[in-house]
């Protein structure tokens, strides 16, 4: 699997004229949650609201503050939790992210392809459910 690397924008929750400046995250499908700097979340006014322990690819054990952010890139756009990543920590766009933005990752062209979003069960007509 090859890497590539984004540029990203984030945006307050609650007030949509806090918009950051673009920033480079590495594109990881392995990392469940997006990872930006704190600093560029606390510049927009994104609070912390919990805790979180995560395992690193070295096996590290840290704990980070989460929060929820507009996460844009490549033209597609999600709200998400986001880790307020600390001086040393890469910056990362998630899976969760990838799966709010409704795309999959194509490693070749290092670009995002849309997918179709998949329903859970759709109603039939004489169905249990109709």
Do not use: C
């Not at 949509?16 to 400046?21: D, F, I, K, M």
């Not at 999600?78 to 999959?104: Q, Y």
Request: hydrophobic residues 45%; glycine residues 6%; charged residues 25%.
């Amino acid at each position: 699997m090859s890497m590539f690397k984004v540029s990203v924008v984030a945006r307050n929750t609650k007030d949509e004229s806090l918009v950051s400046a673009p920033t480079e995250a590495l594109v990881d499908a392995g990392s469940e949650l997006t990872w930006l700097p704190r600093e560029l979340l606390a510049g927009i006014k994104i609070t912390p609201v919990r805790k979180r322990n995560f395992s690193t690819a070295t096996q590290q054990l840290v704990t980070r503050e989460t929060g929820y952010a507009i996460v844009s890139a490549e033209g597609f756009e999600t709200v998400d939790e986001v880790v307020f990543a600390e001086p040393g920590d890469l910056s990362l766009l998630g899976v969760r992210t990838l799966e709010g933005f409704g795309v999959m990752v194509d490693n070749i062209a290092h670009r995002f392809e849309a997918t179709t979003t998949l329903v859970a069960s759709a109603k039939k007509e004489g169905s249990f459910f109709s």
